[in-house]
């Protein structure tokens, strides 16, 4: 990977790409120190200290805006309600046949959905932002994390969050059309690489606990397994994104002329994770909305925080959230994947499937493999979701405090599957796409 992005710094249209996407990522990273007024960040800071919120939606949206959350500034809504907002209109393309022509109807059909999902990512920000006013206004517990209340500060802050989610949107669009693309990717990255010193702040910290005077051994035995489950799940991540399915392909040799074309052998590969991170997104968006609910209403948050949350030692919220991910891959698999349409490009190209006629036994062969790899995607992304889950049980078993550091290490693990997943996926898409630049620009044709 790094020896990919020394060549590519050698050659000059991709440097420039380059330093315009880091140049964006650092105003990305300016606006998320930028206070929102009325907002006590000290308070604010201290109600996120709680592993009960950590593991809540409130604390998902504070990993993918790379702490900017918790700290209440402008860029506090990061890029979620754009993400959710091109999902919610991916969806709806494959439901409404007038989306759905547009979609097929080349780069005029492909403007108007995205100017469709600008709109209802400032419809969603409007909406999350008055949420995160509402959870600012009264707190968890009664803690109020304003300076004032009322209607023009409510005004102000929804306004401020509203156009700071605009001008992520406009950064990861800018990465698109000038940088070195995947924009919406590259933000998320950089927001969840920001929350490094913070993490390597409570390393130091969990240092000091186990050597320091009146350490308890224990926390020992925390740390390791903390470091044990992030290595493993790095090296799970990067196995299995890489891994794929390789059918093979044969093409039928043509003459046009005096020249014979085909009749080489090849492969139709169908990657082991083709959902991605998509799933486990879906899966923690739905699944987390008990516990954030528990925030807002707080008559119902001894209950649900007990039962249903990622915090709990009872295994209600992992079961749910293993079944969302499983029927989610499912689901994405059949909008994303057609094996009717790639049958027929097959068969247009003159290629078969050894052992499978061409046309719909083809699909039907493409279908059947593609469930059996959308399978084993499911029970990848459930180990790497749940495992971290299984830590925090067992943790909270023999009962240790919430405030605790341990506890907040515990609830930064518990997150660990979805970060890891877009940090790797990135790095990984990043490189192949410098990688076939680089080939591009050095393939000198058939002329020399």
């Known amino acids: 990977m790094f020896q990919t992005f020394k060549n590519a710094w050698k050659i000059q249209d991709i440097r420039k790409k380059l330093l315009f996407t880091f140049f964006i990522i650092a105003l990305f990273r300016i606006g998320s120190q930028i206070p929102v007024p009325f907002i006590d960040s000290e308070a604010l800071k201290s109600y996120f200290s709680n592993s009960g919120v950590a593991t809540s939606l409130l604390g998902y949206f504070n990993l993918l805006s790379g702490e900017s959350f918790s700290n209440g500034t402008l860029f506090a809504l990061s890029i979620s309600p754009y993400i959710t907002a091109s999902i919610v209109i991916q969806l709806l393309a494959v439901a409404i046949p007038a989306l759905e022509r547009l979609s097929k109807s080349g780069p005029e059909g492909q403007e108007k959905l995205q100017n469709y ?86 390393i130091i910290q969990y240092i000091k606990l186990i050597f320091g005077e009146g350490g308890n051994p224990i926390n020992i035995i925390w740390v390791v397994l903390a470091l044990v489950v992030m290595v493993f799940s790095i090296w799970f991540v ?122 719909k036994a083809t699909a039907d062969y493409i279908r059947k493999v593609l469930g059996k790899v959308t399978f084993m995607g499911a029970v990848f992304l459930s180990i790497v979701a749940i495992f971290p889950l299984i830590l925090v049980m067992i943790s909270r078993w023999i009962e ?49």
Not at 154 to 159: G, P, S, T
Not at 263 to 277: A, C, S
């Open 117 to 202: 999902t600008r709109i209802l990512t400032i419809v969603l920000a409007l909406v999350l932002s008055y949420g995160y006013y509402t959870v600012l206004r009264g707190g968890g517990d009664g803690q109020k994390m304003l300076f004032a209340t009322g209607t023009f500060p409510c005004i102000v802050i929804m306004a401020s969050l509203t156009a700071g989610a605009c001008i992520v949107m406009w950064l990861g669009e800018k990465i698109d059309n000038n940088g070195i693309g995947n924009g919406i990717s590259m933000i998320l990255f950089a927001g969840i690489l920001a929350r490094g010193p913070v993490i390597l702040g409570q």
């Open 238 to 359: 990067i196995y299995v994104t890489n891994a794929e399915r390789r059918l093979p392909v044969q093409y039928a040799k043509r003459q046009v002329g005096r020249r014979i074309y085909g009749g080489n052998n090849t492969f139709l590969p169908l990657k082991l994770n083709m959902t991605g991170v998509m799933p486990i997104i879906f899966a923690q968006s739905i699944v987390m909305i008990p516990a954030t609910l528990a925030l807002i209403f707080t008559s119902w948050s001894s209950g649900i925080n007990d039962w249903f949350s990622a915090g709990s030692k009872y295994p209600f919220y992992a079961i749910a959230y293993l079944i969302l991910i499983v029927a989610f891959a499912y689901f994405y698999s059949e909008i994303s994947f057609n094996p009717m349409e790639v049958a027929s490009n097959l068969q247009k190209n003159g290629g078969t499937i050894l052992g499978h006629r061409p046309g």
């Open 400 to 448: 240790i405090d919430a405030t605790s550091i341990i506890a907040q290490l515990l609830a930064n693990v518990a997150l660990t599957g979805t970060s890891l997943l877009i940090v790797v996926g990135v790095a990984l898409e990043t490189t192949r796409d410098l990688e076939a630049q680089i080939t591009m620009r050095n393939y000198k044709g058939f002329l020399e």
